[in-house]
């Protein structure tokens, strides 16, 4: 499956075993992605959110 | 068959680990994005036999946490445990409480005090850090009292009201250019990795390097010591090798640790299933 990088326009192949809301890469212009929703054939990717104050451990 | 409810918000390595060791002891896991969550008495509540945080955001996964143990269904890591380690002086007051070394802190929220609290604990350099986030984040090393002011300063007119509280701590050498992190489980240390870097800063986040730790009998019993001194569960602790001794410098409890399964050789993940079955059972 492939969708479009809503960075750079470029093409990103989803793997058979990604699930939503996992994040990825895209291998042009190297942003991160979360795989929003993926309605058969298609997914719909945004760019995954910047580091927030209370994140991460 | 028991079904863990996964507590997500975007789907990390550390996310996709736990669902193939569930995968593998035939669990079931029910993921459930709080982000697309609605909590309130008058929506359904998805039926789990127990749920796993694992929310990036620290606030987010709290609230979530409260709403599944309000509708009796068991959190790990509890609220209680979260409340404890999400909030770096009281992480620290509960360690010291529990007489567990740790590194000398304290709290003020005016220059001057602070100054009087940076000679209790030894003079400078101290580090300076936020009481909740992490990944390294807005820590300072502070070297003398020009340098306070200075970020005292910047902290007061730009922060949110949470970076007006002043957590601070004795900056402590490194041993090597490393500290360790050990990753607790129930008050067991399953496995630890030192982190290097040339960076005072060591997390991995910033670009520490992980390679295996031994665990020795010191280095499992202060950690059971303070597993048990913030109530339990999946933590990991940073610590702090000094000519004294291990001392904690925090505990956090929605770990990462996909980088981690590797060097260590030990499936984390599998870890972290186990405990949650175990809580189950226990129920």
């Known amino acids: 499956m492939n969708a479009q990088c809503p960075v750079c326009d470029g093409m990103v ?3 058979p075993d990604t699930i939503e ?8 212009c190297s942003a991160h992605l979360v795989v929003e929703r993926i309605e058969g054939s ?6 995954a959110p910047k580091v927030e104050e209370d994140w991460g451990e | 068959m028991i079904t863990i409810g996964l507590l997500h918000s975007t789907i990390r390595g550390d996310e996709k680990l736990i669902l193939e060791a569930a995968k593998k002891r035939n669990v079931l896991v029910e993921l459930i994005d709080i982000r697309r969550s609605i909590y309130s008495e008058a929506q359904p509540t998805q039926r789990v036999d127990v749920a796993l945080e694992r929310s990036v955001s620290t606030v987010k996964g709290l609230y979530a946490a409260h709403y599944y143990e309000s ?6 890591n509890s609220t209680a445990v979260a409340t404890i380690c999400e909030d770096k002086f ?20 005016t220059v001057s005090e602070l100054e009087s609290l940076i000679k209790s604990i030894g003079g400078y350099p101290v580090v300076v850090k936020p009481p909740e986030g992490s990944w390294g984040r807005l820590l300072a090393k502070i070297n003398d009292v020009d340098a306070l002011e200075a970020v005292i300063e910047h902290k007061d007119v ?11 701590q004795k900056y402590i050498q490194k041993k090597q250019g490393r500290d360790i992190r050990a990753f607790v489980i129930n008050g067991h240390t ?23 730790c031994v665990v020795d009998r010191a280095l499992e019993t202060i950690c059971k010591n303070a597993s048990h001194a913030v109530g339990g569960g999946i933590l990991a602790m940073d610590v702090v090798e000094t000519k004294d001794g291990y001392v904690i410098n925090e505990i956090n409890h929605t770990m990462e640790f996909k980088n981690s399964e590797i060097p260590t050789k030990v499936s984390i993940s599998g870890h972290i299933v186990d405990y949650c079955l175990q809580i189950v059972q226990a129920q």
């Open chain 2, 71 to 76: 509708k009796n269904i068991p959190v790990v």
């Open chain 1, 13 to 15: 192949t989803i793997a």
């Open chain 2, 158 to 168: 730009l922060g949110t009201p949470s970076h007006k509280a002043f957590y601070v």
């Open chain 2, 90 to 109: 009281l992480t620290s007051l509960a360690l010291a409480k529990a007489n567990v070394p740790t590194i000398p802190f304290g709290m003020a929220f």
């Open chain 1, 21 to 28: 809301s996992e994040i990825i890469q895209c291998p042009e």
């Open chain 1, 42 to 47: 298609h997914a719909v990717l945004t760019e």
């Open chain 2, 190 to 212: 399953i496995c630890a990795i030192y982190r290097n870097s040339p960076h005072w800063i060591t997390n991995t986040a910033r670009g520490g390097v992980a390679s295996n």
